[in-house]
């Protein structure tokens, strides 16, 4: 079965600093990885996939994450980073087996963004 | 516009009680998902349905039920509420497009206390 590790809980940056929030997974089979972000009081919102192709992909609002098959990783990187980007942020991962498109998350990495 | 919305947003209840959650959804989406929310845990699958009549178990569906009569609606009943499921409940849907690569559009959440 596969699961998703992020490896910090928290992560505190100043505003305008660049910013990496670590994702691993482990998984038999073929995936595809997701990153949702959730703003405070409000549900889950996709930022960007993976699902084949360029290893690098990219959200509207500056984030992008990298697909690394050999380190099974997908971290999101921001290269200068707004108040308006604190937030949690979900890594997870979904493998495909006849079928089933489960989700599995991990246990979320709390931006804070402070002037 | 579609959205996915849950009632009520905020329920206090008793240990004991049957209580049902509600989530509809105007997406016309096949696929729909109920998690939970907790402090260090992230979000952990519940039940899920591929359609109407559909329903399975997930990671964490000890003491839940969901019954799915139409695409809308996938209501979720805590058959007799315990201190544990005190939680934040999402529910989600997805479109039986391409498999394992949709995207989950997330509701606003239920926030539950078992007293």
């Given at each position: 079965a596969q699961s998703v590790?992020?490896?910090?809980?928290?992560?505190?940056?100043?505003?305008?600093?660049?910013?990496?929030?670590?994702?691993?997974?482990?998984?038999?089979?073929?995936?595809?990885?997701?990153?949702?972000?959730?703003?405070?009081?409000?549900?889950?919102?996709?930022?960007?996939?993976?699902?084949?192709?360029?290893?690098?992909?990219?959200?509207?609002?500056?984030?992008?994450?990298?697909?690394?098959?050999?380190?099974?990783?997908?971290?999101?990187?921001?290269?200068?980073?707004?108040?308006?980007?604190?937030?949690?942020?979900?890594?997870?991962?979904?493998?495909?087996?006849?079928?089933?498109?489960?989700?599995?998350?991990?246990?979320?990495?709390?931006?804070?963004?402070?002037? | 516009d579609a959205e996915i919305t849950q009632s009520p947003r905020h329920k206090i209840t008793e240990t004991g009680r049957q209580v049902t959650l509600a989530c509809h959804q105007t997406w016309n989406h096949n696929n729909m998902f109920w998690y939970r929310q907790d402090l260090g845990h992230g979000l952990r699958l519940i039940h899920y349905s591929y359609g109407v009549q559909d329903t399975n178990k997930g990671e964490v569906s000890d003491g839940y039920s969901v019954s799915r009569s139409n695409t809308e609606d996938l209501p979720l009943t805590l058959e007799s509420a315990a201190s544990s499921q005190t939680s934040v409940y999402f529910c989600a849907s997805s479109e039986w497009a391409s498999g394992a690569s949709d995207t989950q559009y997330f509701g606003p959440g239920t926030r539950l206390t078992v007293l």
């Open positions: 590790t992020q490896l910090d809980s928290q992560v505190p940056v100043f505003e305008e600093a660049p910013v990496e929030l670590r994702c691993n997974y482990s998984s038999s089979v073929s995936v595809y990885l997701f990153w949702y972000v959730q703003y405070p009081n409000q549900g889950l919102q996709l930022l960007l996939k993976y699902l084949s192709g360029s290893t690098l992909v990219e959200s509207i609002n500056g984030f992008e994450a990298e697909f690394n098959k050999s380190q099974t990783s997908f971290h999101l990187r921001k290269p200068s980073v707004h108040i308006s980007d604190t937030a949690e942020y979900f890594c997870a991962v979904s493998e495909y087996r006849g079928g089933s498109e489960k989700l599995v998350f991990g246990k979320g990495t709390k931006l804070t963004v402070n002037p | -």
